[in-house]
Structure formats: structure tokens, C-alpha cells
């Protein structure tokens, strides 16, 4: 039977509607999910497996995926209303999205993200029907080494973020860097920069820093400000202008492609694409000023390539059985725990489950669309409250957010911390971009620099005598070089995210 | 003498005062919900097992079982929060020998806890460890794995599931029990990143445990070479066991079982265990591990508590190797 049958058959398997009952509550859940902070993704869905166990294995199975992919668009909401992101794959929303939400067009940045991630997920998934299988095989080719190149490479895209200054650019990831050290080291297992607490013993948390960096200060920021004009402007314009529209268009389809791609490689996360889609966005960009200020393509193209990257990091999962993120491992278990192994295997034994949860993202990505539309312009009305209220409410959301990550009041300093540190960033004008970029960047970075020392004996000559190692790094040189020789851009003032 | 009978007097005084105190309070245990923490983030495999024993033994309990993730630190965050509580009984948490171990014997660690602040009250889990490759790997037998390892040492490279876990060992039992084989230690972060590079060939064999891998071994795209425990797992009875191969003593599990603060009354651990016992025994449980190919193993009393010892001294011998090992 080819593809399109079996694909067939899989929408109409998704569409019963008992399945299309399960993929509504999981697109309800995970929205939840994502609109609350602390509860990422992969606790939400572990936490939510003991309810799929009466379920039929299809079923449960739609649910949790619709619980996954939605958990990736809900993030988005609070990092445009409020500059918090709900969950880590929305940092990079908060740089342009909440200058929207204050521009009065938070009803457009939420709708272009709903119909941006849509796309991404849509087309992601088609992908995943035609392409799939050797495109995961050539994925695999990427070791420790080509990561290691990979991640050098995203290094030095950083100089995309930087500002108005190099230097203060690259001061800002190396503060990031230092911050991702904290903890005990991945190789030999020593503590580092620990002060013998064992909560500083994991790092310190990527979610109460950057809500920290971003939610806080941005309240100590408003707070401190004389009065603020509550935003007044018309927020029924929910679809972006023909203008608008214009921008988007290519941001969607370059977002959508750098997910895809990024999805394929297991161990990339659900952070790195969107700051990859990003940059990319603003290199090309004509009036790359606007980036931090409020422009569409900021939004537009992070969001695409979340949703794109976690359909397709499916792939990975459904053709070689390898997660390759902490809430595909939760699924994966979830799979296993009723009885289906996933990998090559279930395609040729299971073919109707498979291709029915296939059949449901697509579904679910209709739903979150119809879901989350309407839904825009009810969140867009918070933005009418006056800010007293609405600082309190975040702060009460970040310190629950902070929290419930791991049930840990420490978390809860580090995250208030971070908001002090970040408002006096913000006040000397330092790039917060950076920063978050060394924050994510850095413990992959070392872990794929020493697992592949580790492989190589400790001989360099991994990085180079390996084929797509040496192009990566040839690029980041190319990239590095290229970017210093450049002249500064007329613009004197920069983004401040 | 008689100060010591005096002392003696009013200690066992008191002791009685405490028992009559709390018995009442014993009788009705549990009067609130039970918490049951894992030392690993929500999703892992002791957590979904936790969350399934818990969702069938609170029925029997009469009071939820709640199970709360402190994850952190390769355990020690949610180790040192178990050993803090009050040894009432209402807070209970997965121990996982020998990463419980390690982490008390490493010294860089600085655990403020050690083997004796846990009361072992059941064991659940018992999963061997084993060795394997790439189904085309040249290496088709233990043996010709070790001729490897002796005739190229550090070479090999083989892949681990992270600093001092019990696969981690089970590497240093195989090359003491194996005299001059030298592997190229690869500490990678657990199952999936070993089957990824090894199906890459960044890795030419790793150390794992029967769980993580019996269904690739099923569906043939990897081969286990043998299985590091007294006898044969029921996942994979065609592989043999080290034993059987001339290497008794490389002999190396991954256990999950249940314990609590030091101190806990006995009335209480035996209605615990009385409870988790019976669950564990449940059909449902036993399906839903096997699936996964989680071996349960119950375990308790001086069974459970033998075995926490003998695992302890075990981890301390190759943990101090591990510590002074050229290449760690």
C-alpha cells in the first residue's frame, strides 16, 4: 500500500470523533501547559500519562502529542502579553513580540504566531510523510563532532544579535557561557562554581533565568517609569495588514525550513531553531534596525520554525525510535509503556497507528489554529488592564511559574535574581539577546567538544578530518570574519532585547 | 554501675513514653496523603514506573500517593531532601542503587547524607546490566570483544551512560576482570545518545542496562553480547550471562526500590511495604513494567537492606578507581 493510502486511512482514523475529542483536549492541556511557565512540556506530559492508560493505545497517543504540540504554541501567549516566556522555546518570541503587545499590536503578533506555527507544523508534517526515513538516516551522521561544529557555527551568528557593539555582544555570551558552567561538569563529574549547595549542583535553571532577565526586570522597568499610557490603540485587528502579511510571508517559509532541518538532528532542542530562524531573519532583513523593536519577521519566523521543529522532531522518534528532546523521550515512553516500540519496526507492524497519529498532527494543527484565533483577542484584552494590576498578577505567575518547576524555592531566588541582574543590564543598555544565546549554547558546546575528544583520544584532528565538521566550521570562519570586516550599521541605536 | 542502670531506666522510660505516644498515631496511618519523591525529572523511567506503582498502591492505602520530582544533580538534590524529612512515614522516596551509592562515595560530591540515613523499605526494580553492539559489528562474542581490548588497548571506545553510573562500572569490573583489555571510556547521557552513536559508529560498543535496549535487540538492528548478572534476563534468555562466559565476578544492576528517612517506626515501614508489595505483585504493574522490559524484582526487609550493603561496598571499590583511573 503506498503513502497515500495509508495516509488516508490515518485521517480518517484521527478524525473519529473520539480521536478528534482526544486531540482536543490535548491542544486544550498543552496550551495550559505552555501558558504556564514552570510546567514545561516534558513534566506536563509525563504528569498526564497515567490518564492515557485507560485509553486505547491510538488515542492516548493522539492526546499526548496534541498535549506536546500545544504546549509549543501556548509559550508564545505570555511572551508577547507579558515578556514572560512560558516555556523555553519562547524566549526569543519575547524580543519582538512584546514590543507589539506594547505597540498595541499584540493581537497581530499572536495571530501571526498561530498561523505562522500552523504552517510550520503543517508543513513540517508533510515532510515528515514524504522524506522522512533517509533524511533521518543522513541525520544520524551528525556526532558529537558535527555538533560541536554546529554550535561554534551558532556562535558566531551572535554577532548578528550583538547591537551596537561587538564587544558588548560578545561580553554578554561569555557572561552566558559562564552562567551555563555552574553545575557539576558533564565529562568528569567535578562540582563547578557550586558553593557546596546541591541545588547548584544541576546549573542553574533556564527558565527562572530567562523569566528572570525578561518577566522581572520588565516589571522593575515599568514600575520605575512615570505613569504608563495604558496601550489604547484598536486590538481588533487581529490578521496582520496587507504590509504586514508582505514581511511575514518569507519568514514563515524560512522558519518553517530551519525547524524542519533542525528537527531532524537528534539532541538539538526546541530553543536552538528559534534562535537560529532568528538571526537568519535579521541577517537578511533590510531594516534589520527593526528586530527588538517590534518587528513581525521576529515573530513570525521563531514561532514557525518551534512548531515546525517539533513535528518534525518526530521523525527522528518514528523512523529510528530515538527522542530527540525530553518531551519526545516522555512520549516515546508513553508509546512503550503500551507496548509499541518505536522505530522502523511499528511502521511495518503497526502501520494503522502509526499513520493515524501522523494523520493527527495534522488534525491537531487545525485545531490549535481554530483553538487559539478566537482566542487572541481575549488575551489581546488583557493588555487593556491597567498595569498595576496586570505587574502584580505577572510577578504572582513568574514566582508560581518558578516554582512549580521543581517544587524548589530556590529556583524562585535565582529567578528574582536574574530580574535584578537584568534590569540593570537593561538600564546600562547591554544586549539580554546574547546572554541567553551563551545560556543555551554552552553546555553543548562543551559536552560535544569533550565527548568527541573523549571518542578521538584527545586528538584534535576530529574536528577536521571529518567531512560536514570542517564545512560547519569553515562557515562559522567565514561567518566570524566576515562580520568584523563588515562596517557597523548606520543605525546608532540598537535593540535593546 | 547503678548511673548506668538509671540511665538505662530512664531511657527505656522514655522509649516506652514515645511508643505509647505515637502508637495511636501509628494504628491510623496513613491520615494524610503519602508523598512518594523521585530524584529524577517527571518522565524518566523511575518516574513513570513510580507514577504507576503509586496510581495502583493508594487504592489499598486509603490516602493518595503523591509523587513529587526533585530532580537535580544526577539524584542528590532529591536524596538529600528524602534524608531531611521527618521519619513519619508520609514522606518516602526511589532510591536507585548504585546511583544512590556513587553519590555518597564520590568526595567532590560532598553528600551530606550517607548509607545510613535510609530506612530500605522495598525493592522494585531490578535491571541488569549488558553489553552491545551494532548488529554488523566485528564483534561477535564477549571474547572477541576483550581479544580487542587487550591487543589495542585504549582503542575501543565505549560508551557509558554518564560519570560513575552502575554502566560506568560495569566497564572497570570488565577490565579488572579481564586483565590488560583497556576501553576508551565515552560518558554519553544515556540510552538514546549510546544507540545514536552507535548507529552512527562514533561508539563501538556500549554499556547499558537490559531495559533500554531489549526491544532493538528484538527487532535486530543491534546485538547483545551478554548479560551482567547471575542469571540470564526473561527479556533476552539467548544471551548469556558473563558468568556463564568465565567473568563471574562482572556482575553490575540498576535498581529502583523505595526507602525513607532513618527512623521510621515499624508498624509504619510494614504497612508501607505491606501496601507497595501488593501493588507491585498487581497484574497491571507487572504488565506495564514488562513492557518496557523493567525485570521486578521485590526485595525487603534483611533481603533489601543485605543488598543495599553489599552494593554500597561494591560501588566504593570501583568508585575509588574510577576517581584514580588514568582516562576517567
Given at each position: ?5 495509508h495516509l488516508l486511512s490515518g485521517l480518517t482514523a484521527a478524525t473519529s470523533l473520539q480521536n478528534l475529542g482526544f486531540a482536543l483536549i490535548g491542544c486544550f492541556l498543552g ?13 506536563g506530559t509525563a504528569i498526564l500519562i497515567p490518564l492515557t492508560f485507560t485509553l486505547d493505545p491510538i488515542g492516548a497517543l493522539i492526546m499526548l502529542s496534541a498535549i506536546y504540540y500545544g ?243 518526530m521523525?527522528?522518534l518514528l523512523?529510528?525510535g ?6 519526545i523521550?516522555v512520549l516515546m515512553g508513553a508509546f512503550i509503556i503500551n507496548g509499541l516500540t518505536p522505530g522502523?519496526f511499528l511502521f511495518k507492524e503497526r502501520p494503522d497507528l502509526v499513520w493515524a497519529v501522523i494523520a493527527s498532527f495534522m488534525v491537531g494543527?487545525?485545531i ?130 | ?47 513513570i514506573?513510580?507514577r504507576i506503582?503509586?496510581a495502583i ?158 526491544p ?66 498487581d497484574p497491571e504493574h507487572v504488565s506495564k513494567l514488562e513492557n518496557q ?36
Open positions: 500500500m503506498d503513502t497515500f493510502q496550551t495550559l501547559i505552555g501558558v504556564l511557565p514552570g510546567l514545561g512540556p516534558a513534566a504546549a509549543m504554541y501556548g509559550g508564545t501567549i505570555t511572551s508577547v502579553l507579558i515578556n514572560v516566556p512560558g516555556e523555553a522555546a519562547s524566549v526569543v518570541t519575547c524580543f519582538d513580540g512584546y514590543q507589539m503587545a506594547r505597540q498595541g499590536r499584540g493581537g497581530t503578533a499572536l495571530g501571526i504566531a498561530a498561523i505562522g506555527s500552523f504552517v510550520g507544523g503543517i508543513a513540517a508534517t508533510v515532510a515528515l510523510i514524504v522524506v522522512a526515513p533517509p533524511l533521518a538516516r543522513i541525520a544520524l551522521s551528525f556526532g558529537p563532532p558535527e555538533f560541536f561544529a554546529l554550535m561554534v557555527l551558532g556562535l558566531c551568528l551572535i554577532t548578528g544579535l550583538a547591537g551596537q557593539s561587538l564587544l558588548t555582544g560578545l561580553l554578554m555570551t561569555v557572561l552566558g557561557l559562564l552562567i551555563a558552567m555552574v553545575g557539576i561538569d558533564p565529562v568528569r563529574g567535578a562540582p563547578r562554581f557550586t558553593f557546596g549547595i546541591p541545588s547548584l549542583y544541576d546549573g542553574v535553571g533556564f527558565i527562572p533565568v530567562v523569566m528572570g532577565l525578561f518577566g522581572v526586570a520588565e516589571i522593575l522597568l515599568t514600575v520605575e517609569a512615570p505613569y504608563r499610557e495604558v496601550v489604547k490603540t484598536k486590538l481588533t485587528s487581529l490578521l496582520p495588514s496587507r504590509e504586514e502579511w508582505r514581511r511575514s510571508f518569507g519568514a514563515i517559509a524560512r522558519g518553517t525550513g530551519v525547524g524542519f532541518f533542525l528537527g531532524l538532528i537528534p539532541g538539538v532542542g526546541a530553543i536552538i531553531p528559534t534562535f537560529v530562524a532568528y538571526v537568519f531573519e535579521k541577517r537578511l532583513s533590510k531594516t534589520p534596525e527593526q528586530f527588538g523593536r517590534g518587528a513581525i519577521e521576529g515573530v513570525a519566523a521563531p514561532e514557525t520554525a518551534n512548531n515546525a521543529y517539533a513535528n518534525a522532531a521523525i527522528p523512523t529510528l530515538i527522542p530527540s528532546s525530553p518531551t523521550a522502523p494543527n487545525v490549535l489554529l481554530i483553538l487559539n484565533l478566537p482566542f487572541v483577542g481575549l488575551w489581546a484584552r488583557l493588555l487593556r488592564l491597567p498595569y498595576q494590576y496586570v505587574c502584580v498578577g505577572t510577578l504572582l505567575f513568574c514566582v508560581i511559574g518558578a516554582y512549580s518547576l521543581q517544587q524548589s524555592v530556590f529556583d524562585v531566588g535565582v529567578m528574582i535574581v536574574c530580574g535584578v541582574i537584568g534590569y540593570g543590564l537593561r538600564k546600562i543598555d547591554l544586549p539580554l539577546a546574547p546572554l541567553v544565546l551563551g545560556l543555551i549554547l554552552g553546555p553543548f558546546i562543551e559536552k560535544s567538544l569533550r565527548t568527541s575528544l573523549e571518542m578521538s583520544g584527545g586528538d584534535l584532528s576530529i574536528f577536521y578530518t571529518r567531512p560536514i565538521s570542517l564545512v560547519l566550521l569553515l562557515a562559522a570562519a567565514v561567518v566570524l570574519v566576515g562580520s568584523l570586516l563588515r562596517p557597523p550599521p548606520p543605525e546608532v541605536r540598537e535593540s535593546k532585547a | 554501675m547503678i548511673s548506668h542502670i538509671v540511665t538505662a531506666a530512664i531511657g527505656v522510660a522514655l522509649a516506652l513514653a514515645a511508643t505509647t505516644g505515637s502508637t495511636g498515631a501509628q494504628q491510623d496511618f496513613p491520615t494524610k496523603p503519602v508523598q512518594l519523591m523521585v530524584a529524577y525529572p517527571a518522565g524518566g523511567s523511575t518516574d514506573a513510580a506503582v503509586a498502591a493508594e487504592k489499598s492505602l486509603g490516602q493518595p500517593i503523591v509523587v513529587v520530582n526533585k530532580g537535580g544533580a544526577g539524584g542528590q538534590v532529591g536524596w538529600t531532601e528524602l534524608v531531611r524529612q521527618r521519619p513519619d512515614g508520609y514522606y518516602i522516596g526511589f532510591i536507585n542503587l548504585p546511583a544512590t551509592n556513587t553519590v555518597i562515595l564520590d568526595p567532590d560530591r560532598k553528600a551530606i547524607f550517607t548509607e545510613k540515613d535510609f530506612m530500605p523499605i522495598i525493592n522494585q526494580v531490578l535491571d541488569p546490566g549488558v553489553i552491545w553492539v551494532r548488529a554488523d559489528s566485528p564483534y561477535k562474542t564477549v571474547h572477541d570483544l576483550i581479544d580487542a581490548a587487550k591487543k589495542s588497548p585504549n582503542t575501543i571506545r565505549a560508551a557509558t551512560t554518564g560519570i560513575l553510573s552502575d554502566d560506568h562500572l560495569a566497564v572497570l569490573m570488565t577490565e579488572e576482570a579481564a586483565p590488560g583489555a583497556v576501553f576508551r571510556l565515552v560518558h554519553l547521557e544515556g540510552g538514546a545518545a549510546q544507540f545514536k552513536e552507535i548507529m552512527a559508529g562514533n561508539i563501538d560498543v556500549a554499556f547499558d542496562n537490559v531495559g533500554t535496549i531489549t532493538r535487540v528484538k527487532s535486530g538492528e543491534i546485538r547483545a553480547l551478554a548479560v551482567m548478572d547471575d542469571v540470564r534476563s526473561k527479556f533476552l534468555p539467548d544471551v548469556p550471562t558473563m558468568k556463564e562466559l568465565g567473568y563471574p565476578t562482572v556482575v553490575s544492576n540498576s535498581t529502583r526500590g523505595i526507602a525513607g528517612p532513618k527512623g521510621m517506626p515499624e508498624p509504619i515501614v510494614s504497612k508501607l511495604r505491606e501496601v507497595l508489595k501488593k501493588a507491585m505483585e522490559g523493567l525485570a521486578i524484582k521485590i526485595m525487603v526487609g534483611e533481603e533489601y537492606a543485605k543488598y543495599f550493603a553489599d552494593t554500597h561496598a561494591k560501588a566504593k571499590k570501583y568508585t575509588e578507581w574510577a576517581k584514580s583511573r588514568p582516562q576517567r
